[in-house]
């Protein structure tokens, strides 16, 4: 069997355990030929460490050539590279998926893939649910809301709240508005926001509410998606990874698609 070979962009606590997941219980299927970085920190231990190239420059990423490609980093650069990697004929699964908020950008990839022979994979990431979501879509336009509950400190550093202290005693409401208003505002706290719209009804008609909630130890998720045939509500909750903004699941979600895509028994 041809191995599938695969790089990551990101080495922190999702792209971590991708890297290790490929390297202990998927090698009967893939590759990892190559991880990129941020900054030179700790890349010698990196190498050991997966036995794989690790660097800080795409195109050096490109040389590894591979057939995949995880983006487990920041919405930027789902934005600066995503086009890149389809243009190369090289499939790519985003876990930013905010970087997919502007519906010109996220058709000028479809277009690209298309193109190209690529495949652009939309992950579930800290959520799921995609088939009844999209089956639900089909049928007639939706209503589709998600709420968000998290603690503050999962909240820290988002841009919408700068200057505004969130308490620490008291639930509260912080945002209301448009999956797209709300990526702008909270970039590494709101992806499932995103993958959410992107199942349905788009990123502008997607009413998004983040919570702020003191007494949590998970990231809890609630979506709804209405229309004549029915209610959906879906519910999910997640403990916080080593970064307080991310859930742990969200790397599992990637090591769950990569199972779909080559073992022989696929669920959907």
């Keep these: 069997m041809t191995k599938t070979k695969i790089a990551i962009i990101g080495a922190g606590t999702i792209g971590?355990?991708?890297?290790?997941?490929?390297?202990?219980?998927?090698?009967?299927?893939?590759?990892?030929?190559?991880?990129?970085?941020?900054?030179?920190?700790?890349?010698?231990?990196?190498?050991?460490?997966?036995?794989?190239?690790?660097?800080?420059?795409?195109?050096r990423l490109l040389k590894t050539k591979p057939d995949l490609i995880v983006e487990a980093a920041a919405v930027e650069v789902v934005q600066e590279y995503g086009e890149k990697i389809l243009h190369q004929g090289?499939?790519?699964?985003?876990?930013?998926?905010?970087?997919?908020?502007?519906?010109?950008?996220?058709?000028?990839?479809?277009?690209?893939?298309?193109?190209?022979?690529?495949?652009?994979?939309?992950?579930?990431?800290?959520?799921?649910?995609?088939?009844?979501?999209?089956?639900?879509t089909l049928v007639e336009e939706p209503e589709v809301e998600i709420n968000t509950y998290k603690s503050p400190k999962s909240l820290e550093g988002a841009p919408y709240l700068e200057n505004i202290e969130l308490s620490t005693t008291a639930k509260e409401v912080i945002f209301d508005g448009t999956a797209k208003e709300a990526i702008q505002g909270f970039p590494q706290n709101i992806n499932v926001a995103i993958a959410t719209a992107l199942a349905t009804v788009g990123p502008t008609?997607?009413?998004?509410?983040?919570?702020?909630?003191?007494?949590?130890?998970?990231?809890?998720?609630?979506?709804?998606?209405?229309?004549?045939e029915g209610t959906a509500d879906i519910r999910f909750a997640a403990q916080p990874s080593e970064n307080a903004r991310t859930s742990s699941i969200t790397a599992w979600s990637v090591i769950s698609l990569l199972k779909n895509i080559a073992e022989p028994v696929r669920f959907f």
């Design 16 to 59: 971590s355990t991708i890297a290790q997941e490929l390297k202990s219980n998927l090698t009967e299927y893939y590759e990892l030929v190559g991880i990129m970085k941020h900054s030179e920190n700790q890349i010698e231990a990196l190498q050991e460490k997966f036995n794989t190239e690790v660097v800080t420059d795409f195109s």
């Design 90 to 136: 090289i499939d790519f699964i985003p876990l930013s998926v905010g970087g997919l908020v502007e519906e010109i950008f996220y058709q000028q990839l479809q277009h690209t893939a298309e193109e190209n022979n690529a495949v652009l994979y939309i992950p579930s990431g800290a959520i799921g649910g995609f088939d009844l979501m999209r089956k639900m």
């Design 205 to 228: 008609n997607t009413r998004t509410v983040i919570h702020s909630d003191p007494d949590l130890k998970a990231n809890i998720h609630e979506i709804t998606v209405k229309n004549k």
